[in-house]
């Protein structure tokens, strides 16, 4: 969990909570709510968190370099990577302009529009 991962490399490395806590720009009491699992840490403070210990974010929310995982492990997450990616692929190609003329207008997506399939650009304007 993020809070014992916190702690633990903090302790490992000497550090106070006050010291990381300055180290990233925060108070005391923040590291503390941290540690205790009481609130997490925002995108941002994640990065700064990281960096001060000397790991990756995505190693502060538990997961294990790649060099511990198996061949297995990667070979099953990069076939739901690629089933991810032909999916979202066919769902894009189903959702093109029938009308033969591209439409890059819009690039973008609002976050709601991942669950609700195609929407014309004019939906979040």
């Known amino acids: 969990?993020?809070?014992?991962?916190?702690?633990?490399?903090?302790?490992?490395q000497g550090l106070s909570q006050d010291e990381l806590a300055e180290?990233?720009?925060?108070?005391?009491?923040?590291?503390?709510?941290?540690?205790?699992?009481?609130?997490?840490?925002?995108?941002?403070?994640?990065?700064?968190?990281?960096?001060?210990?000397?790991?990756?974010a995505a190693e502060?929310?538990?997961?294990?370099?790649?060099?511990?995982?198996?061949?297995?492990?990667?070979?099953?997450?990069?076939?739901?990577?690629?089933e991810r990616i032909t999916s979202e692929s066919q769902r894009l190609v189903s959702c093109a302009p029938s009308n033969g003329r591209s439409s890059a207008r819009r690039l973008w997506r609002w976050p709601s529009d991942f669950s609700s399939g195609c929407q014309t650009s004019s939906s979040h304007m």
């Open 60 to 82: 502060l929310l538990g997961e294990s370099a790649m060099a511990e995982k198996k061949p297995d492990d990667l070979a099953w997450e990069t076939s739901l990577l690629d």
């Open 1 to 12: 969990m993020l809070k014992d991962t916190i702690k633990k490399l903090r302790t490992e």
């Open 23 to 56: 180290r990233i720009h925060v108070v005391r009491q923040t590291v503390s709510k941290w540690e205790r699992g009481t609130s997490v840490p925002d995108a941002d403070s994640l990065v700064a968190l990281a960096r001060a210990l000397g790991v990756s």
